[in-house]
């Protein structure tokens, strides 16, 4: 079946193209959008993105991770191939973990402005060490840090087997 020429979906430059060149460095106006039909609800969107891979700065060595993002849209939806595209920018990108996944929320917040939306970065163990970075907006700093000591909390306990 033929693509449709639909002017709802005009803005959108890469879907239904071939193109055969990834993005050289990551930049939100890679990240194209559409028009949210249901932005009266908050639903979720989840994205998993297994295969991230990015550069380490200091040893030029590669860095592996499984990236996912869950955000409430509001009046825009980010297209799926072109978050693609803007993950893959990241291959030849030399930037810290931590960096990357507040990087790829900046971005995603300044292309759909969402009302919430969270990337959960888990890179692969390196030097017998995984990194797993957690970024979120709006940031509700007090309230995450809260949530985190009670599951740390939990966790010690249940490691334990009762209250410390």
Known sequence: MAPTNNNKYGSLSLLGRP??????????????TFRNEYASRRYLVTFDCPEFTSICPVTGQPDF???????????????TKSLKFYLASYRNTRSF?????????????????????????????????????IARHPDNSGEYAHQMVGSAREKQISLHGGSS
Request: charged fraction near 25%.
């Open 97 to 133: 973990n931590e960096e990357i996944a507040n990087r790829i929320l900046e971005d995603f917040v300044t292309a759909c402005s969402p009302r919430e939306v969270m990337v959960h970065a888990e890179f692969a163990a390196r030097g017998g060490i995984r990194l797993s970075v």
């Open 65 to 79: 991770a499984t990236i996912k993002i869950e955000y409430v849209p509001d009046t825009l939806c980010i297209e």
């Open 19 to 32: 193109v055969a060149r990834y993005p050289d460095e990551p930049s939100p106006n890679i990240l194209e």
